[in-house]
Nanobody, 115 residues
């Protein structure tokens, strides 16, 4: 079955960086686009970034442009999120997502930006 497992979250000071990972299994990873989302307390889930199956095409939400880079390693079945210049308002649970026969989500990884 399809599984997505995020990791790499944690506590970081404002201005810091984090690299999130999402390890995928149960489907042909290289054939599917991947996305990152986040959900802050009391807010709706927010789309952040998209990467095509081969990695050649990426798209970003305006809120993350210039601070967030999505990438993937199809040999490792992993998609990454490099986040820089983090702000307290980036505090959220971060999820990876793919659409195979339906939407699949990981369990999320908590990112807390605080001094």
């Amino acid at each position: 079955q399809v599984q997505l497992v995020e990791s790499g979250g944690g506590l970081v000071q404002p201005g810091g960086s984090l690299r999130l990972s999402c390890l995928a299994s149960g489907f042909t990873f290289r054939s599917y686009a991947m996305r990152w989302y986040r959900q802050a307390p009391g807010k709706e889930r927010e789309w952040l970034a998209y990467i095509s199956n081969g990695g050649a095409n990426t798209k970003y939400a305006d809120s993350m442009k210039g601070r967030f880079t999505i990438s993937r390693d199809n040999a490792r079945n992993t998609v990454y999120a490099q986040m820089n210049s983090l702000k307290p308002e980036d505090t959220a649970v971060y999820y990876c997502n793919t659409l195979v026969d339906r939407d699949y989500w990981g369990q999320g990884t908590q990112v807390t930006v605080s001094s």
